[in-house]
C-alpha cells in the first residue's frame, strides 16, 4: 500500500514537472503567440539599451544628442559607491545573496499579500527594463487577460533575471540596472540624472544626493526635486534610514544628513548638447538613407556621429551672425519706423497678417466651428495670451495675440551661411538661421531664394567656355533683348543699379566685378541662356532653373548649399565636389562603422576654372567692385586676396553674399521668409551692406586666430598655361564717388521705382561716350589695348599704391599667380 502511494506521488510529480517544462518552453517559445517574445540566450549575450547618439565636431566636442530615452552609460567604476549602497538598501537588500530570484521575499509577498513589499529583485527589474517584457511585442495574446498577463509577465521576469545572473557579474547587473533606469525629466541612467539635477558626474555624488536620485526610483514624477520638493526631501529621508537601518549609514550621519535640504543644481548635458539646432536637424537629414540601408536608428542605436564642421570656426560664424544680423534687425525697423513693411514689387502694400492666419492649420477649423463667423474667429486671433518670443537680448516673456506674433514675426530678418573647403568636400560652417529655437526652417539647404547677382558668374563661365577671355569687352549701354514667348515676340530692357548706362566699353572681368547689368545681359544673349543654365547645373545648382534672357540676373530660387557648391568648383581646379557633412561614425567603443568621402566630378578645365577665380578677383581689384567693402576688415595681410560676388534681388527682398579664399568658399543669405518684407534702398538693403558684412566680420576672426588653421595667402598659382590674356588692367581717375551693388533687375515682368543714387560717371564725359557708341555694332564683343577711364574711389585710392606693384607683376605674367 505504502508502495503504490509512493509511487502514485512519484508519477504526480513526474507529471506536473513534465508539465511545467512543456509549459516554460511553451513560454519561451511564444506557442501560437500566446505568451510574446521572450529574451533568448543572444539577447542576453548582447543587451541593448536605448541609447541614444552624440553629435561631435570634427575636432571631438559634442554638440548635440539624438535620444528617444537621454541616456549615457557609465561603467561601474564611474558610479559614486553611495549610489550602490542607497540601492541596495531600498531596492534589494539581499542582491548579493540570491540568484536573481528573492525566494525569501516572495515568500513574504505571499504571505502578506503584498502588505510587506514586494518581491522584485533588482535583476528582475533590470529584465523589465531592458527587454520590456511588459510592453509591446512582449505582450501575447493572453494580454486581454487581466490577472493572467501579470502571471506570465512576472514568469518571465524570473526566467530572464535567472538568464541574466548566470551569465552576468554582480557588478555587471548593477551597473546596466542604473544604466537604465528612469529619473524623470527625460533623463534616463545615472550619469544623465547626475548631471540634469546636480550638474556633476555620477561618481562626485555626495551620500543625500545619492539617496534623492534613489528614491526617485519608486515615482519619477512623485518624487521629482524640481516639481515636488517636499515629497522628494521626504522620501530621500526614508532611503537615508535604510542606508542607517542596513549598516551604511550611522546613526551620527543619519541625524546630520536628515536635516539638510535639497541642494538640486540643475545643469545641462556637457557642451549643451541636450538642445536641438540647425546642425543637429541637417545630420539628421543627411544620415536618413544610411540609416535606412544600414540599419541604424539614430535615437536607439548609441552611435558617435562626427561631423565635418569645425567648433573654432562655426563659433567665429555664429558671432558673426548674431553681431550683423542685430545691426540689420534695427537696420529694418528704423527704416519702417511704424509702417507696415509688406509691400508687393509695384510697391503697393499686402495684408500679410491676414494671409498668413488664414493658413494656419487652425483657422479651417474655427471657420467650421463658428460657422464662418468673422468676428468670433477675429476675437480667437485677438485674445492675448502669454507667450516667450524671440529677441535679441534673449527670450522674452509677453502677452501676445496669435494676430501679435504674426505681426512680429512677419518683421524678423534671418540668414543663412554655409562654409565649405572645397578640396576636401567638409562643409566646416553651417548657420541655418539665427535661432533654431523659434525659427526651424533651414536656410541653408531648405529656404530657396532669388540668387541675384550672385548667379551672373556662370555667365561669365559660359563666355569662358564659348571662347571669350577676360579682357574680351562690350560695352555699358542700353540693351533691348528679344525673346520668345507662347509664339509671340516680346523685349526684355534690363536696368543697370543705378539705372544709368556709361557708354564705356568694359572687360569681362571689370563687368563682372563692378556687376555690370547690361553687360551681363549682353554677354547671355551672345552665349546663349541655355548655355548659362548648362554651365551652372555642371557645377552643382540641382534646382530647376528657368531658361529666360534674364537668367544670368538671378531670377531663379536656389539654396545657399547648392551656390556653395558650385562655387566650390572654381576653387577646386574645376572638380565639382560633392559637399559631406559627416566624416565617419563610430560605436560606443569607437570602433569605425563608416567613413564618409566626398564625392567628386570634373566639371571645368582647370584654365577655365583658375580664370573664374582670377574674375572673382575682380570685385576686389577691378574699379567699382562690388566686394571692396570688405577693405574695412583686417583681411589684407601677407598678399592676401580673397574673390566674391555681391547679389541682391528685386525690391530688396534677397542679399548674398558668396565668397572665397585660397582655402574656403563662404555662401550668406539675407533676408525675412516673408518675401514682401523688404529693405526700401540699395544703401540700406543690398549685398553689400547686409550679407557681405558678415563675411567680413567672420574671416576676420578666423584670420586672426593663429590656430583656425586657416591663414592669409594669395590664390594657386595655374598648374596648366593660360592660353587668354588677362593683361587688362584697367585704368582709374581720381573722383568722388560712391560704390553700389548692382542690383538685379531679375524678371521679365518686375520693375522698380529709380533708387536715389550718385551717378559715378561725370555727365560730359557720359555725353562724349554716347557719341562713340554709335560706331559700335550691335551687341558685339570689343576688341582694345587702350584701358578706358574711369572713376577712383577714395577706398581704392588708399589701396592703389599696394597693388600697383602687384599690377605691374600681371603685365609680365600670363601662367601663375599674378
Not at 575636432?59 to 540601492?87: C, H, M, Q, W
Not at 550619469?191 to 536620485?213: G, P, V
Not at 526610483?217 to 512623485?222: H, R, S, V
Given at each position: 500500500m505504502f508502495r503504490e502511494i509512493k509511487n502514485r506521488y512519484i508519477r504526480y510529480i513526474t507529471i506536473f514537472v513534465f508539465f511545467l517544462i512543456i509549459f516554460f518552453c511553451a513560454l519561451q517559445l511564444n506557442f501560437l503567440w500566446l505568451f510574446g517574445y521572450s529574451p533568448r540566450y543572444t539577447d542576453i549575450k548582447k543587451p541593448s539599451q536605448r541609447v541614444g547618439s552624440e553629435l561631435y565636431t570634427a575636432d571631438g566636442k559634442l554638440i548635440g544628442r539624438y535620444f528617444k530615452e537621454n541616456r549615457t552609460p557609465v561603467d561601474y567604476n564611474e558610479i559614486a559607491p553611495s549610489i550602490i549602497n542607497a540601492l541596495v538598501a531600498t531596492e534589494d537588500i539581499r542582491f548579493y545573496k540570491h540568484s536573481g530570484i528573492d525566494i525569501q521575499a516572495v515568500g513574504r509577498a505571499v504571505i502578506g499579500m503584498g502588505k510587506d513589499g514586494g518581491a522584485s529583485t533588482i535583476t528582475q527589474q533590470l529584465a523589465k527594463n531592458l527587454y520590456r517584457t511588459r510592453y509591446g511585442k512582449s505582450s501575447g495574446l493572453i494580454k486581454h487577460i487581466p490577472v493572467v498577463r501579470t502571471m506570465i509577465s512576472k514568469l518571465k521576469e524570473w526566467m530572464t533575471a535567472l538568464k541574466l545572473e548566470s551569465n552576468y557579474s554582480k557588478n555587471d547587473i548593477i551597473t546596466?540596472?542604473?544604466?537604465?533606469?528612469?529619473?524623470?525629466?527625460?533623463?534616463?541612467?545615472?550619469?544623465?540624472?547626475?548631471?540634469?539635477?546636480?550638474?556633476?558626474?555620477?561618481?562626485?555624488?555626495?551620500?543625500?544626493?545619492?539617496?534623492?536620485?534613489?528614491?526617485?526610483?519608486?515615482?519619477?514624477?512623485l518624487y521629482n526635486p524640481l516639481k515636488s520638493p517636499d515629497k522628494a526631501l521626504e522620501r530621500r529621508n526614508t532611503v537615508l534610514k535604510q542606508m542607517n537601518k542596513y549598516k551604511y549609514l550611522n546613526a551620527d550621519s543619519l541625524a546630520l544628513l536628515s536635516k539638510q535640504p535639497l541642494q538640486t543644481k540643475e545643469g545641462k548635458l556637457k557642451d549643451g548638447g541636450n538642445g536641438d539646432s540647425y546642425l543637429r536637424a541637417a545630420v539628421d537629414k543627411y544620415l536618413e538613407k544610411w540609416c535606412e540601408e544600414n540599419g541604424f536608428d539614430l535615437y536607439v542605436d548609441g552611435l558617435k556621429i562626427y561631423t565635418t564642421i569645425d567648433s573654432k570656426l562655426q563659433g567665429y560664424a555664429e558671432e558673426a551672425v548674431k553681431d550683423q544680423m542685430r545691426?540689420?534687425?534695427?537696420?529694418?525697423?528704423?527704416?519702417?519706423?511704424?509702417?507696415?513693411?509688406?509691400?508687393?514689387?509695384?510697391?503697393?502694400?499686402?495684408?500679410?497678417?491676414?494671409?498668413?492666419?488664414?493658413?494656419?492649420?487652425?483657422?479651417?477649423?474655427?471657420?467650421?466651428?463658428?460657422?464662418?463667423?468673422?468676428?468670433?474667429?477675429?476675437?480667437?486671433?485677438n485674445k492675448k495670451k502669454k507667450m516667450t518670443i524671440?529677441?535679441?537680448?534673449?527670450?522674452?516673456?509677453?502677452?501676445?495675440?496669435?494676430?501679435?506674433?504674426?505681426?512680429?514675426?512677419?518683421?524678423?530678418?534671418?540668414?543663412?551661411?554655409?562654409?565649405?573647403?572645397?578640396?576636401?568636400?567638409?562643409?566646416?560652417?553651417?548657420?541655418?538661421?539665427?535661432?533654431?529655437?523659434?525659427?526651424?526652417?533651414?536656410?541653408?539647404?531648405?529656404?530657396?531664394?532669388?540668387?541675384?547677382?550672385?548667379?551672373?558668374?556662370?555667365?561669365?563661365?559660359?563666355?569662358?567656355?564659348?571662347?571669350?577671355?577676360?579682357?574680351?569687352?562690350?560695352?555699358?549701354?542700353?540693351?533691348?533683348?528679344?525673346?520668345?514667348?507662347?509664339?509671340?515676340?516680346?523685349y526684355w530692357e534690363p536696368k543697370n543699379?543705378?539705372?544709368?548706362?556709361?557708354?564705356?566699353?568694359?572687360?569681362?572681368?571689370?563687368?563682372?566685378?563692378k556687376s555690370v547689368n547690361t553687360v551681363t545681359a549682353q554677354v547671355t544673349e551672345k552665349v546663349g541662356w541655355d548655355n548659362v543654365v548648362k554651365?551652372?547645373?555642371?557645377?552643382?545648382?540641382?534646382?530647376?532653373?528657368?531658361?529666360?534672357?534674364?537668367?544670368?540676373?538671378?531670377?531663379?530660387?536656389?539654396?545657399?548649399?547648392?551656390?556653395?557648391?558650385?562655387?566650390?568648383?572654381?576653387?577646386?581646379?574645376?572638380?565639382?565636389?560633392?559637399?559631406?557633412?559627416?566624416?565617419?561614425?563610430?560605436?560606443?567603443?569607437?570602433?569605425?562603422?563608416?567613413?564618409?568621402?566626398?564625392?567628386?566630378?570634373?566639371?571645368?578645365?582647370?584654365?577655365?576654372?583658375?580664370?573664374?577665380?582670377?574674375?572673382?578677383?575682380?570685385?576686389?581689384?577691378?574699379?567699382?567692385?562690388?566686394?571692396?567693402?570688405?577693405?574695412?576688415?583686417?583681411?589684407?595681410?601677407?598678399?592676401?586676396?580673397?574673390?566674391?560676388?555681391?547679389?541682391?534681388?528685386?525690391?530688396?527682398?534677397?542679399?548674398?553674399?558668396?565668397?572665397?579664399?585660397?582655402?574656403?568658399v563662404t555662401g550668406i543669405w539675407v533676408g525675412c521668409d516673408e518675401r514682401t518684407a523688404h529693405f526700401k534702398n540699395g544703401e540700406t538693403g543690398e549685398g553689400s551692406r547686409t550679407a557681405l558684412p558678415i563675411f567680413g566680420k567672420f574671416m576676420e576672426k578666423v584670420y586672426q586666430d593663429p590656430n583656425s588653421g586657416y591663414t592669409y595667402g594669395p590664390f594657386p598659382k595655374a598648374k596648366v598655361e593660360i592660353t587668354r590674356n588677362i593683361n587688362c588692367p584697367t585704368q582709374r581717375q581720381e573722383t568722388d564717388t560712391i560704390v553700389v551693388d548692382s542690383l538685379a533687375i531679375d524678371s521679365l515682368e518686375?520693375?522698380?521705382?529709380?533708387?536715389?543714387?550718385?551717378?559715378?560717371?561725370?555727365?560730359?564725359?557720359?555725353?562724349?561716350?554716347?557719341?562713340?557708341?554709335?560706331?559700335?555694332?550691335?551687341?558685339?564683343?570689343?576688341?582694345q589695348n587702350t584701358p578706358p577711364i574711369v572713376p577712383l574711389t577714395k577706398k581704392e585710392e588708399r589701396e592703389l599704391k599696394r597693388k600697383e606693384k602687384q599690377e605691374e607683376k600681371e603685365k609680365k605674367k600670363i601662367v601663375g599667380n599674378p
Amino acid at each position: 500500500m505504502f508502495r503504490e502511494i509512493k509511487n502514485r506521488y512519484i508519477r504526480y510529480i513526474t507529471i506536473f514537472v513534465f508539465f511545467l517544462i512543456i509549459f516554460f518552453c511553451a513560454l519561451q517559445l511564444n506557442f501560437l503567440w500566446l505568451f510574446g517574445y521572450s529574451p533568448r540566450y543572444t539577447d542576453i549575450k548582447k543587451p541593448s539599451q536605448r541609447v541614444g547618439s552624440e553629435l561631435y565636431t570634427a575636432d571631438g566636442k559634442l554638440i548635440g544628442r539624438y535620444f528617444k530615452e537621454n541616456r549615457t552609460p557609465v561603467d561601474y567604476n564611474e558610479i559614486a559607491p553611495s549610489i550602490i549602497n542607497a540601492l541596495v538598501a531600498t531596492e534589494d537588500i539581499r542582491f548579493y545573496k540570491h540568484s536573481g530570484i528573492d525566494i525569501q521575499a516572495v515568500g513574504r509577498a505571499v504571505i502578506g499579500m503584498g502588505k510587506d513589499g514586494g518581491a522584485s529583485t533588482i535583476t528582475q527589474q533590470l529584465a523589465k527594463n531592458l527587454y520590456r517584457t511588459r510592453y509591446g511585442k512582449s505582450s501575447g495574446l493572453i494580454k486581454h487577460i487581466p490577472v493572467v498577463r501579470t502571471m506570465i509577465s512576472k514568469l518571465k521576469e524570473w526566467m530572464t533575471a535567472l538568464k541574466l545572473e548566470s551569465n552576468y557579474s554582480k557588478n555587471d547587473i548593477i551597473t546596466m540596472y542604473l544604466n537604465t533606469v528612469s529619473f524623470g525629466n527625460n533623463a534616463y541612467g545615472i550619469k544623465t540624472a547626475a548631471r540634469i539635477y546636480f550638474d556633476k558626474e555620477a561618481k562626485a555624488l555626495n551620500t543625500n544626493e545619492a539617496a534623492l536620485l534613489v528614491g526617485m526610483l519608486k515615482g519619477p514624477n512623485l518624487y521629482n526635486p524640481l516639481k515636488s520638493p517636499d515629497k522628494a526631501l521626504e522620501r530621500r529621508n526614508t532611503v537615508l534610514k535604510q542606508m542607517n537601518k542596513y549598516k551604511y549609514l550611522n546613526a551620527d550621519s543619519l541625524a546630520l544628513l536628515s536635516k539638510q535640504p535639497l541642494q538640486t543644481k540643475e545643469g545641462k548635458l556637457k557642451d549643451g548638447g541636450n538642445g536641438d539646432s540647425y546642425l543637429r536637424a541637417a545630420v539628421d537629414k543627411y544620415l536618413e538613407k544610411w540609416c535606412e540601408e544600414n540599419g541604424f536608428d539614430l535615437y536607439v542605436d548609441g552611435l558617435k556621429i562626427y561631423t565635418t564642421i569645425d567648433s573654432k570656426l562655426q563659433g567665429y560664424a555664429e558671432e558673426a551672425v548674431k553681431d550683423q544680423m542685430r545691426i540689420i534687425q534695427r537696420r529694418f525697423y528704423s527704416v519702417w519706423g511704424n509702417e507696415d513693411p509688406w509691400e508687393d514689387s509695384e510697391r503697393k502694400k499686402v495684408n500679410y497678417p491676414e494671409r498668413a492666419k488664414k493658413n494656419l492649420p487652425i483657422y479651417a477649423m474655427l471657420v467650421k466651428k463658428y460657422n464662418n463667423n468673422a468676428d468670433s474667429i477675429d476675437a480667437y486671433f485677438n485674445k492675448k495670451k502669454k507667450m516667450t518670443i524671440f529677441s535679441y537680448k534673449g527670450d522674452r516673456d509677453t502677452l501676445f495675440s496669435t494676430i501679435d506674433s504674426i505681426r512680429y514675426y512677419g518683421k524678423i530678418m534671418n540668414t543663412g551661411m554655409m562654409t565649405m573647403e572645397p578640396k576636401s568636400g567638409k562643409i566646416k560652417v553651417w548657420v541655418g538661421g539665427i535661432d533654431h529655437k523659434f525659427f526651424k526652417y533651414d536656410h541653408v539647404n531648405q529656404a530657396k531664394r532669388q540668387a541675384g547677382s550672385t548667379f551672373k558668374p556662370f555667365a561669365y563661365l559660359a563666355a569662358l567656355e564659348s571662347g571669350m577671355g577676360p579682357c574680351d569687352t562690350f560695352v555699358d549701354k542700353p540693351v533691348k533683348i528679344a525673346y520668345q514667348n507662347g509664339g509671340k515676340t516680346e523685349y526684355w530692357e534690363p536696368k543697370n543699379a543705378d539705372w544709368s548706362n556709361t557708354y564705356q566699353a568694359m572687360s569681362l572681368r571689370w563687368a563682372m566685378g563692378k556687376s555690370v547689368n547690361t553687360v551681363t545681359a549682353q554677354v547671355t544673349e551672345k552665349v546663349g541662356w541655355d548655355n548659362v543654365v548648362k554651365w551652372a547645373h555642371e557645377c552643382g545648382i540641382e534646382s530647376h532653373l528657368e531658361s529666360v534672357p534674364s537668367v544670368s540676373l538671378g531670377p531663379n530660387d536656389v539654396s545657399v548649399f547648392e551656390m556653395v557648391r558650385a562655387y566650390g568648383t572654381f576653387l577646386n581646379e574645376g572638380i565639382k565636389t560633392e559637399p559631406i557633412l559627416v566624416e565617419k561614425i563610430t560605436d560606443q567603443n569607437d570602433r569605425i562603422i563608416e567613413e564618409f568621402v566626398a564625392k567628386t566630378k570634373r566639371a571645368l578645365s582647370e584654365e577655365i576654372s583658375w580664370l573664374m577665380l582670377y574674375m572673382f578677383r575682380g570685385g576686389m581689384e577691378e574699379p567699382g567692385g562690388t566686394s571692396q567693402a570688405l577693405w574695412e576688415w583686417d583681411l589684407w595681410k601677407k598678399n592676401n586676396q580673397i574673390g566674391g560676388k555681391t547679389g541682391t534681388s528685386s525690391d530688396y527682398v534677397d542679399a548674398w553674399y558668396m565668397g572665397i579664399t585660397k582655402d574656403l568658399v563662404t555662401g550668406i543669405w539675407v533676408g525675412c521668409d516673408e518675401r514682401t518684407a523688404h529693405f526700401k534702398n540699395g544703401e540700406t538693403g543690398e549685398g553689400s551692406r547686409t550679407a557681405l558684412p558678415i563675411f567680413g566680420k567672420f574671416m576676420e576672426k578666423v584670420y586672426q586666430d593663429p590656430n583656425s588653421g586657416y591663414t592669409y595667402g594669395p590664390f594657386p598659382k595655374a598648374k596648366v598655361e593660360i592660353t587668354r590674356n588677362i593683361n587688362c588692367p584697367t585704368q582709374r581717375q581720381e573722383t568722388d564717388t560712391i560704390v553700389v551693388d548692382s542690383l538685379a533687375i531679375d524678371s521679365l515682368e518686375n520693375t522698380m521705382e529709380d533708387p536715389i543714387i550718385e551717378e559715378t560717371i561725370p555727365k560730359p564725359e557720359v555725353e562724349v561716350q554716347k557719341k562713340e557708341e554709335k560706331k559700335i555694332p550691335e551687341n558685339q564683343p570689343i576688341k582694345q589695348n587702350t584701358p578706358p577711364i574711369v572713376p577712383l574711389t577714395k577706398k581704392e585710392e588708399r589701396e592703389l599704391k599696394r597693388k600697383e606693384k602687384q599690377e605691374e607683376k600681371e603685365k609680365k605674367k600670363i601662367v601663375g599667380n599674378p
